[in-house]
């Protein structure tokens, strides 16, 4: 029962390149969420996604960052024009559909994306 | 928005002794969770907490749901040297789903 998967790993931009981090959620989870994390730092919450649907996006910058969790296929987090402010690692995780314990998340290994 | 405080920031323990760290919020939550995250790696579950009160086991782990909402603390036992890592709680408000995270305790175990 293969747990969160994310890819790339590792993924290097120059400034103004493009992006592009995909997670795929447990089997059965249909609830996706996207964190940061800074070099030793907690993670903060960016957005929170089903299935064709952007649930909550309250975390995520305004400009230049998107999200998609398409009805088939995994999750992508998209990055346009990256700065080097935007180098961390990005988690994804996901939940089981509604219930008490879908606050219950379970992480990927995450992207640590560096831009030079 | 809602934050966590974190304590300790880092403890340096001797194998085999007990650890306490916590966690305490200015606003209610409604789930308390505990991860452990290494190096390079996303963070793992170790305990989820979901009432008031609530005291909840997981081998040498132990955590609680303060009865205010507003506190959780994990107690890790006879340490052993895979706990080196850094444990997180987060927090739920249960309709928001997005959890809350706390700045981290760096838990180091000397031999």
């Known amino acids: 029962n293969a747990g969160v998967m994310q890819n790339p790993r590792h993924l290097v931009r120059r400034r103004g390149q493009e992006a592009r981090l995909r997670c795929s959620p447990m089997?059965?989870?249909?609830?996706v969420y996207w964190y940061r994390q800074l070099p030793e730092e907690g993670l903060k919450f960016m957005v929170y996604?089903?299935?064709?649907?952007?649930?909550?996006e309250s975390g995520m910058p305004k400009e230049r960052f998107s999200a998609e969790f398409p009805k088939e296929g995994p999750s992508i987090l998209r990055i346009q024009q990256v700065v080097r402010g935007d180098s961390a690692a990005y988690f994804c995780?996901?939940?089981?559909?509604?219930?008490?314990?879908?606050?219950?998340?379970?992480f990927g290994p995450g992207t640590r994306l560096t831009v030079l | 928005g809602q934050q966590l405080n974190q304590s300790p920031q880092s403890m340096f323990i001797q194998e085999g002794e007990d650890v306490s760290m916590n966690c305490t919020s200015s606003?209610?939550?409604?789930?308390w969770l505990w991860y452990k995250q290494d190096p390079g790696e996303g963070p793992v579950l170790l305990i989820a907490?979901?009432?008031?009160?609530e005291l909840t086991s997981n081998g040498r782990l132990t955590a609680q749901f303060g009865i205010t909402r507003k506190d959780s603390f994990l107690n890790i036992s006879a340490s052993i040297p895979s706990d080196v890592g850094i444990y997180f709680c987060?927090?739920?408000?249960?309709?928001?789903?997005?959890?809350?995270f706390g700045s981290g305790t760096q838990l180091t175990v000397l031999p």
């Open positions: 606003s209610i939550f409604n789930t």
């Open positions: 995780a996901s939940s089981p559909p509604g219930g008490g314990h879908g606050d219950e998340q379970f």
């Open positions: 089997k059965g989870h249909s609830h």
């Open positions: 987060a927090g739920s408000s249960g309709s928001a789903r997005q959890l809350t």
């Open positions: 996604l089903q299935k064709e649907n952007i649930i909550d």
């Open positions: 907490l979901y009432k008031a009160g």
